[in-house]
């Protein structure tokens, strides 16, 4: 099976005394030109995609650093790495080129945020990003898409509520 690596952020930020944390809705493939839609199938349209920022780690890059390279593209925020939070496996069949089942792992990080504004990116990230918004950290095993991934939500709320100390310097991110 062809095998991929990634890596990703939990970037957290505390707002007005509460956590919240940084996602975006990826651009999925679009749907296919057919004929108009008719009722029944118009409510068939997925949900949108509730996901964390990630991508492919670059040769010689660390996962750590890969993680903040992502977030930062596809977000426009700067963070920095706080703590390795987990590994993430699933498998998915590529529907381009070789149409190849993958084996993937993707390594995510907790970050804390350091600058920029949420969606301020590059124009040519927008083809793999359509929006970035702030969720409240609670509410994210909730909202994300994918069970991993709101599995990974729930060990960062772990780690800021084992680890006060993380606010304290978040509410004061210049020192
Ligand atoms: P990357 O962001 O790492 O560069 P990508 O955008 O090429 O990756 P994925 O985000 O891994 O690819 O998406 C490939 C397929 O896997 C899609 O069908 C997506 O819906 C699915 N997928 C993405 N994340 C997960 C997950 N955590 N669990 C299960 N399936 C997932």
Known sequence: MAREFSAGGVVLRK??????????EPQMERPKKTAVKTGRQRKKTPPAIIALPKGAIDEGEKPDQTALREV?????LRAQVVSKLADIKYVYVRTWGDR?????IVSFYLLLYRAGKLGNIKPE??????????IPLDKAPALLSYKGEREVAERALQYVTAHPEVGEHAANPSH
């Open 15 to 24: 707002m007005r005394g509460r956590w919240f944390l940084a996602v975006i």
């Open 125 to 134: 990230m927008r083809i793999e990003v359509q929006r970035a918004f702030w």
């Open 100 to 104: 190849a089942r993958v084996f993937k």
């Open 72 to 76: 930062e593209e596809e977000t426009g």
